[in-house]
């Protein structure tokens, strides 16, 4: 179990990365698009540990997270760029298909912003509840993209979340040091999520899907 491992704060270790990130996407030129699809891959796959302090009822959550996380991570062998993948399935014309890279791709970074949303509601008020802002966040950055029974299954798992002092005793933060954190992931995520989105945006690809 995870709570016999020594404790580093995990936030950390997704903040540090996302900084690497967004560090790789700043110091291109726009359009480029030539961040490497592993690198992308290894930082999403941090977020995992965000699941474990969420109970039960968002186990499906997870798994339906790391697999595409591994699809891309799979990917990755054969392609070498975010871009890459973007014009594979424009090739095969597969790029809403379900299962398709770039599909994953794009559930993916709906992922990451959903984090950050949810972090911009928990930073902005003290007595903010994890359900509240939560809900909130799922509300505007997923549930207009999922399906009935999915958004009915998430909504009726926020009545499970933890509040936000056994969240931060999970992620071994203090109120201010998760605080610190969560303003350095939501300044860091921006950047790859506008990247990300840029790059749909030169293939022409939409992005209300
Ligand atoms: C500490 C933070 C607490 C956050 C709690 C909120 C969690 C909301 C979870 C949303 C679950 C969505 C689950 C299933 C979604 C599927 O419909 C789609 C299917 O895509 P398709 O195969 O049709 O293309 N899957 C996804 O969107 C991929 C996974 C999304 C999960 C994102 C969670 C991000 C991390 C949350 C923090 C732990």
């Known amino acids: 179990g995870d709570d016999q491992q020594p404790m580093t704060p995990p936030l950390s270790g997704i903040v540090d990365a996302f900084e690497d990130l967004a560090r790789l996407v700043e110091s291109k030129k726009a359009g480029e698009g030539d961040l490497m699809l592993a690198t992308f891959c290894e930082a999403c796959s941090l977020v995992?540990?965000?699941?474990?302090c969420l109970g039960l009822a968002f186990k499906f959550a997870e798994l339906e997270y790391v697999a595409k996380v591994q699809d891309?991570?799979?990917?990755?062998?054969s392609h070498q760029t975010l871009l890459h993948i973007l014009d594979y399935d424009i090739m095969n014309d597969t790029v809403k298909t379900q299962g398709s890279h770039t599909r994953n791709l794009r559930r993916v970074r709906q992922g990451i912003d959903l984090i950050r949303t949810i972090f911009e509601n928990f930073v902005s008020s003290d007595d903010n509840s994890l359900k509240e802002s939560a809900t909130t966040a799922y509300a505007k950055v997923c549930a207009p993209y999922h399906t009935w029974a999915v958004r009915t299954a998430v909504y009726a798992g926020m009545y499970t979340l933890p509040t936000r002092e056994q969240l931060l005793q999970k992620l071994n933060e203090t109120d201010k040091t998760a605080d610190k954190m969560m303003r350095r992931y939501i300044r860091a995520s921006a950047p790859v999520i506008e990247y990300i989105d840029s790059l749909y945006v030169s293939r022409k690809i939409s992005l209300d899907w």
Do not use: I, M, T, Y
């Not at 891309?72 to 062998?77: F, G, Q, V």
């Open 72 to 77: 891309l991570l799979e990917a990755s062998k």
């Open 48 to 52: 995992s540990v965000l699941f474990s």
